[in-house]
């Protein structure tokens, strides 16, 4: 009876959820000028050329596309999902026909509109610093598709299960966790032993090394990678179905 | 007769241990305006969420079309398309302005109502830039009430539409809701205005402390019959007074010095009291010959309530 599919909710909902995504000056912040600020800065500084060798920029593209997608689908979405629970926007659209999965589908396929336009402003400064991409570079669009599912999924589930404040709190923080353990900015065989380890299990540290091995090495991902980063969206995307709740 | 629009039955909500609503009954008929009225604190705001599957049950049933509610709370797929919610708290997207936000919550709906001919009728400017957290509370007031109804619902829960409106608000709402009503769109509102309940309801039902104490038309509750009253000195001594009044009427001091007459406003009762005020040298300007106010009927049903 009703005359709206599911899917033209979701789209609808992904419309919205981008158009107030991309209005928001802080968020324009932190989808482009960061990821552009920082790629410049890694590529043309000499501040990291121990660890990324003679020619940075190949390097510090895979550093700067991992960072802006765990800040655009995990810490962003997070916060701004958090905000609008508090604000009452979830609750009463809790009682639309939009339902909780078309809520967090639109949200999801927003924040990868979000991440394919940053990405692409990084791609393109990229190749204006001289890189040129070898044939194994067209991994790099389904890792950043597996990599923004799999954040987003854990942004949604934080964002459903504690207050706002809460919220905001957490995503920073685990923000710098998961860059720093993963070894995301200092390669993860420079951490101390344990940490280092540890690297390879982190979603972070799992699409780094996936995206390195296509932007630096122009080689196909480890598979070891793929599979973490597939089994954290998987348990992920359950946490969030659990734990998310309109109010 | 067709089912009612809303059923509840002896619902209980619970916060923690303290019962915000504890056994309520009431139905609200298809096509009629429900008023749900009582103090603050009486389980009003509860009883609407746990009816928009905002809240759980903690027993006791809510069937909304036809339709029983999961007690566990969350609303039947098919109901979401037919029921708009004007919640009390919340609700609206901040930076959003008030036309793209209830454009998005119309497409949502298979058959929505034009948003930018509701928010006009409800006193919104389409064309505003200004974004919902720059809007009076009166003005987000109005665009919430737009939003509840965009989706042409079957049925509308309005938790306090008038709450914090001018005078126009208040009669923008008041038509809407009589175009409502016009049309057969059940509604279900609650308020603290009694000038809302008289103009709007069909049936009014009184709640206090989570139950529900009294319920009918506003003629029903407000009765027939005309009373007299008048203002007088705190505690005055009225024996000489009911000595001269017919035998069974009685005379009661609702507030202080605020004293009503348990008898029809009969010329002879009213010459005693004037008589009476005469002789103790009591003003009769607050003399008054009329049917009790419906707030009165409601405070005194809810009386004793925090």
Same mark, same amino acid.
């Given at each position: 009876?009703? *005359?709206?599919?599911?899917?033209?909710?979701?789209?609808?909902?992904?419309?919205?959820?981008?158009?107030? /995504?991309?209005?928001?000056?802080?968020?324009?912040?932190?989808?482009?000028?960061?990821?552009?600020?920082?790629?410049? @800065?890694?590529?043309?500084?000499?501040?990291?050329?121990?660890?990324?060798?003679?020619?940075?920029?190949?390097?510090? /593209?895979?550093?700067?596309?991992?960072?802006?997608?765990?800040?655009?689908?995990?810490?962003?979405?997070?916060?701004?999902? @958090?905000?609008?629970?508090?604000?009452?926007? /979830?609750?009463?659209?809790?009682?639309?026909?939009?339902?909780?999965?078309?809520?967090?589908?639109?949200?999801?396929?927003?924040?990868?509109?979000?991440?394919?336009?940053?990405?692409?402003?990084? /791609?393109?400064?990229?190749?204006?610093?001289?890189?040129?991409?070898?044939?194994?570079?067209?991994?790099?669009?389904?890792?950043?598709?597996?990599?923004?599912?799999?954040?987003?999924?854990? *942004?949604?589930?934080?964002?459903?299960?504690?207050?706002?404040?809460?919220?905001?709190?957490?995503?920073?923080?685990?923000?710098?966790?998961?860059?720093?353990?993963?070894?995301?900015?200092?390669?993860?065989?420079?951490?101390?032993?344990?940490?280092?380890?540890?690297?390879?299990?982190?979603?972070?540290?799992?699409?780094?090394?996936?995206?390195?091995?296509?932007?630096?090495?122009?080689?196909?991902?480890?598979?070891?990678?793929?599979?973490?980063?597939?089994?954290?969206?998987?348990?992920?995307?359950?946490?969030?179905?659990?734990?998310?709740?309109?109010? | 007769?067709?089912?009612?629009?809303?059923?509840?039955?002896?619902?209980?909500?619970?916060?923690?241990?303290?019962?915000?609503?504890?056994?309520?009954?009431?139905?609200?008929?298809?096509?009629?305006?429900?008023?749900?009225?009582?103090?603050?604190?009486?389980?009003?705001?509860?009883?609407?969420?746990?009816?928009?599957?905002?809240?759980?049950?903690?027993?006791?049933?809510?069937?909304?079309?036809?339709?029983?509610?999961?007690?566990?709370?969350?609303?039947?797929?098919?109901?979401?398309?037919?029921?708009?919610?004007?919640?009390?708290?919340?609700?609206?997207? !901040?930076?959003?302005?008030?036309?793209?936000?209830?454009?998005?919550?119309?497409?949502?709906?298979?058959?929505?109502?034009?948003?930018?001919?509701?928010?006009?009728?409800?006193?919104?400017?389409?064309?505003?830039?200004?974004?919902?957290?720059?809007?009076?509370?009166?003005?987000?007031?109005?665009?919430?009430?737009?939003?509840?109804?965009?989706?042409?619902?079957?049925?509308?829960?309005?938790?306090? !539409?008038?709450?914090?409106?001018?005078?126009?608000?208040?009669?923008?709402?008041?038509?809407?809701?009589?175009?409502?009503?016009?049309?057969?769109?059940?509604?279900?509102?609650?308020?603290?205005?009694?000038?809302?309940?008289?103009?709007?309801?069909?049936?009014?039902?009184?709640?206090?402390?989570?139950?529900?104490?009294?319920?009918?038309?506003?003629?029903?509750?407000?009765?027939?019959?005309?009373?007299?009253?008048?203002?007088?000195?705190?505690?005055?001594?009225?024996?000489?007074?009911?000595?001269?009044?017919?035998?069974?009427?009685?005379?009661?001091?609702?507030? !202080?010095?605020?004293?009503?007459?348990?008898?029809?406003?009969?010329?002879?009762?009213?010459?005693?009291?004037?008589?009476?005020?005469?002789?103790?040298?009591?003003?009769?300007?607050?003399?008054?010959?009329?049917?009790?106010?419906?707030?009165?009927?409601?405070?005194?049903?809810?009386?004793?309530?925090?």
């Amino acid at each position: 009876m009703s *005359g709206v599919s599911a899917g033209s909710r979701v789209a609808s909902q992904a419309r919205w959820e981008a158009r107030l /995504l991309l209005r928001n000056g802080e968020q324009l912040l932190l989808t482009f000028l960061i990821p552009v600020g920082l790629l410049l @800065g890694l590529s043309l500084t000499s501040l990291m050329s121990d660890a990324y060798g003679d020619d940075r920029t190949p390097q510090a /593209l895979a550093t700067v596309l991992t960072v802006s997608v765990i800040s655009a689908a995990f810490t962003s979405l997070a916060i701004a999902t @958090g905000f609008e629970r508090r604000s009452g926007a /979830l609750r009463f659209l809790g009682t639309t026909p939009l339902s909780r999965a078309e809520l967090l589908g639109g949200k999801a396929l927003a924040t990868l509109g979000v991440t394919v336009l940053s990405s692409a402003a990084v /791609l393109l400064t990229a190749v204006a610093l001289g890189w040129r991409p070898t044939p194994a570079a067209t991994w790099i669009a389904p890792l950043l598709l597996l990599g923004t599912a799999a954040f987003a999924a854990w *942004g949604l589930a934080l964002a459903g299960a504690l207050r706002a404040e809460a919220v905001l709190a957490v995503a920073n923080g685990l923000f710098l966790v998961l860059i720093l353990f993963g070894g995301v900015i200092v390669p993860a065989a420079s951490l101390p032993g344990p940490l280092a380890s540890l690297a390879p299990w982190l979603p972070s540290g799992a699409l780094a090394e996936a995206l390195t091995a296509a932007v630096v090495d122009g080689a196909a991902p480890p598979a070891t990678a793929i599979a973490v980063l597939g089994a954290w969206l998987a348990v992920g995307a359950a946490v969030s179905a659990r734990t998310f709740r309109w109010s | 007769m067709p089912a009612p629009a809303v059923r509840v039955r002896d619902l209980v909500v619970r916060y923690g241990s303290r019962s915000a609503v504890a056994g309520l009954t009431f139905e609200a008929q298809a096509g009629e305006v429900t008023a749900l009225v009582g103090p603050n604190g009486a389980g009003k705001t509860s009883t609407v969420e746990t009816c928009v599957g905002l809240r759980s049950a903690a027993s006791g049933s809510v069937e909304i079309l036809g339709i029983r509610q999961p007690a566990e709370g969350g609303v039947a797929g098919a109901l979401r398309s037919n029921v708009g919610v004007m919640l009390q708290d919340g609700g609206l997207y !901040p930076t959003a302005r008030p036309l793209e936000l209830a454009r998005h919550i119309a497409s949502l709906y298979a058959d929505p109502d034009d948003p930018e001919r509701l928010l006009a009728a409800l006193g919104v400017d389409p064309g505003t830039r200004t974004t919902i957290r720059r809007l009076s509370g009166g003005e987000q007031q109005r665009v919430k009430c737009a939003l509840a109804l965009v989706g042409r619902p079957r049925l509308v829960f309005l938790d306090e !539409p008038t709450a914090g409106l001018d005078t126009s608000g208040r009669r923008a709402v008041h038509d809407l809701i009589a175009g409502l009503r016009a049309g057969g769109t059940s509604v279900v509102l609650t308020t603290h205005l009694m000038d809302d309940v008289e103009r709007l309801a069909d049936h009014v039902v009184v709640i206090s402390r989570g139950r529900d104490v009294s319920r009918g038309s506003v003629a029903d509750l407000v009765g027939d019959d005309d009373t007299i009253a008048f203002s007088g000195p705190v505690n005055a001594d009225l024996r000489d007074l009911v000595a001269v009044l017919p035998d069974g009427c009685r005379i009661e001091e609702d507030r !202080p010095g605020r004293y009503r007459v348990s008898a029809a406003a009969d010329p002879m009762i009213l010459s005693a009291i004037a008589a009476w005020c005469a002789q103790h040298g009591v003003r009769t300007s607050g003399l008054t010959v009329g049917r009790r106010s419906l707030e009165d009927v409601v405070l005194e049903l809810t009386e004793g309530q925090e």
